[in-house]
T-cell receptor, first 113, second 113 residues
């Protein structure tokens, strides 16, 4: 399984854009990049998943360069409720439902008023 | 809401005791995975059950065991509790064979004294 590296913490202010970059230098050809969000005392929640270039949904955007050795989760115009831990995961999408998820330490994002 | 529920919400036990945690999967999901999350760390995979059979295990000793029932509810049993077993225990359900993510419950907070 590809190992991921992401910043331990980030601070931001309401209304700003938050970008979290994750490094995954040994990502495999079949691997997808998935981001989860976790609030205190709750289970992780799926945010977004992508393979290459850019993916956007109602919550976030995911930017993946051509070499796929890193990815950036972009949260537009954050609010206080976006304060959470964000995890970057790399794995085979086809097996995602049946495979174990390997979480790193995550990035703790604090949004200030 | 993910449709995955866990009980109890909180639990306090003493060293050496045994504990059973319960999870009710999202309707129709035939795969359940259990994770242990220590304070300040990412979730760690314990094991997974698919159609009532264990289908993969992480680096946890045999005193961690599980069951999955025909109605897709499941249990995590931990014998001979140790202080380091204090953590948030998460279950996640998914539908094997479908390209999908895993849906996490809110977790059970176990404290071992």
């Amino acid at each position: 399984l590809a190992k991921t590296t992401q910043p331990i913490s980030m601070d931001s202010y309401e209304g700003q854009e938050v970008n979290i970059t994750c490094s995954h230098n040994n990502i495999a050809t079949n691997d997808y990049i998935t981001w989860y969000q976790q609030f205190p005392s709750q289970g992780p929640r799926f945010i977004i998943q992508g393979y290459k270039t850019k993916v956007t949904n109602e919550v976030a955007s995911l930017f993946i360069p051509a070499d796929r050795k890193s990815s950036t989760l972009s949260l537009p115009r954050v609010s206080l409720s976006d304060t959470a831990v964000y995890y970057c995961l790399v794995g085979d999408q086809i097996k995602a439902a049946g495979n174990k998820l390997t979480f790193g330490g995550g990035t703790r994002v604090l949004v200030k008023p | 809401e993910t449709g995955v529920t866990q009980s109890p919400t909180h639990l306090i036990k003493t060293r050496g005791q045994q504990v059973t945690l319960r999870c009710s999967s999202q309707s129709g999901h035939n795969t359940v995975s259990w994770y242990q999350q220590a304070l300040g760390q990412g979730p760690q995979f314990i094991f997974q059950y698919y159609r009532e059979e264990e289908n993969g295990r992480g680096n946890f000793p045999p005193r961690f065991s599980g069951l999955q029932f025909p109605n897709y509810s499941s249990e995590l049993n931990v014998n001979a509790l140790e202080l380091d077993d204090s953590a948030l225990y998460l279950c996640a359900s998914s539908l094997d064979g479908v390209v999908d993510t895993q849906y996490f419950g809110p977790g059970t907070r176990l404290t071992v004294l």
